[in-house]
Nanobody, 126 residues
Framework: QVQLVESGGGLVQAGGSLRLSCAASGRTFSTYARGWFRQAPGKEREFVAAISWSGDSAYYADSVQGRFTISRDNAKNTVYLQMNSLKPEDTAVYLC???????????????????WGHGTQVTVSS
């Protein structure tokens, strides 16, 4: 069975860093784009970052540009999200996904991702 499992979330002070990981099993996702989304309490799920199947291109939401870095290791079937300079507004459940968006615009569209993890909680205190 295909599974995506996030890890690395936790409680951190503002300005701190966390590195999220998402390990996949049941299928090799080397040819899939990988993405990170988040959902804060009382808010809609939003796009955070995505990386192409080759790892050559990465895309970020404006809110995290310059602070977060997405990367992948296809040999490990794993995608990462390095989060630096964390802010309280980054507090959310972070979910990883895999899919096959056909355009750069689609990289940030939830419906283009067909495999999802259950999420990991990131809490940033003031």
């Amino acid at each position: 069975q295909v599974q995506l499992v996030e890890s690395g979330g936790g409680l951190v002070q503002a300005g701190g860093s966390l590195r999220l990981s998402c390990a996949a099993s049941g299928r090799t996702f080397s040819t899939y784009a990988r993405g990170w989304f988040r959902q804060a309490p009382g808010k809609e799920r939003e796009f955070v970052a995505a990386i192409s199947w080759s790892g050559d291109s990465a895309y970020y939401a404006d809110s995290v540009q310059g602070r977060f870095t997405i990367s992948r290791d296809n040999a490990k079937n794993t995608v990462y999200l390095q989060m630096n300079s964390l802010k309280p507004e980054d507090t959310a459940v972070y979910l990883c996904a895999a899919g096959n968006p056909t355009t750069v615009q689609a990289m940030g569209v939830m419906s283009r991702y067909h495999y999802w993890g259950h999420g990991t909680q990131v809490t940033v205190s003031s």
